[in-house]
């Protein structure tokens, strides 16, 4: 499951997970940063398995919250 973090909250170790790899939702999507207590609007980070996919053409990725988030 990819998640969602702005700049400022952006960490690469997630509990289980690396998040390397960060895309833009697509249709200027308004995703808010997943981070406690943050409002900002986030990018969405994927783990390398993802990132694999995504260079496949997988475009939909869900993300905590939110169901088939389209990246760019």
Do not use: W
Not at 3 to 13: P, T
Not at 38 to 62: H, M, N, P, Q, W
Request: aromatic share 4%; hydrophobic share 35%.
């Amino acid at each position: 499951m990819a998640l969602a973090r702005c700049e400022e909250c952006n960490s690469q170790d997630g509990l289980k997970h690396r998040y390397l790899h960060a895309h833009t939702p697509i249709l200027d999507i308004r995703i808010p940063c997943g981070a406690r207590h943050c409002t900002r609007l986030a990018s969405i980070l994927l783990t390398d398995v993802e990132e694999a996919e995504y260079r496949c053409g997988l475009r939909r990725f869900s993300v905590l919250r939110h169901r088939d988030v389209r990246v760019t």
